[in-house]
């Protein structure tokens, strides 16, 4: 069994988990994920591991409270137990010094990338941030993003369509400046549909462009095909080989965007939430 040691409440529906796993925690690396299950009869889900503490064997994630389990994990308090948690799974991401990264941030993707933007730091590249949230209530981890990126591009206060256009807005501005000002990689982690338009416009220019994919899961180590994708023309498993891709490779995004559908139930799309 795998403790809680730690719940918070970062916004309204956002809660960050700490759960003691030395071995997990030993192992960890930025854009790694783990799967857990929380009693026997409950099912696999996987969470982006946003940070963990070697010397005290403990890993953070966090998740929005969309479906049933998500539900249940927003009612564990510190003491209370997993019955499994896994990982690290998947390859870390790619880091190293590029110059100029843009990284575009949302949902859960709002903490997830910190230990990835953590990293980009030490190799010493230059960030920016986008961060888009629906409102300044439900914008959490500022001050971490603040600290770890240059400079930091808030697009708050608009909904659907109009929220991922301000956040669309703000990266056309930095292209429109490039190769002036140069963007030497972009890195996402929000919604598919944005990491989808995302990578459609970086590709005229070029940028390399990793976007994070987290499609149904249920092994998580490559072997019952649940979040099979293509990447330029290959068969690839989110779980093994990702979860970050080439955004301008995947061949996929239609079938992610169905897939993530088909699995979103009534209570979910009745609270607005986008199912991509
Ligand atoms: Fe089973 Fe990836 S989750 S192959």
Redesign the pocket.
Known sequence: MYPIVGHEELAPKVHRLTVKAPVVAEKARPGQFVILIIDPKGERVPFTISGWNVEEGTVDFVFIEVGNTTRQLATLREGDQLATFVGPLGRPAEVDHYGHVVTILSGYGIAAMSPILKALKEKENRITTIVQAPDRERLFNEDELRALSDDLILAVGTRGEHMMESTTLALRKLLDRHPRHRIDRVVAMCSLCLMRVISEMTRPQGIKTMVHLTPV???????????RLSVGGANR????HGPEFDGHEVDSWEVLMARRCTYADESILQQGFQCR
């Open positions: 899961m249920v092994d998580g180590t490559g072997m019952c095909g649940a979040c498993f989110a779980c093994v």
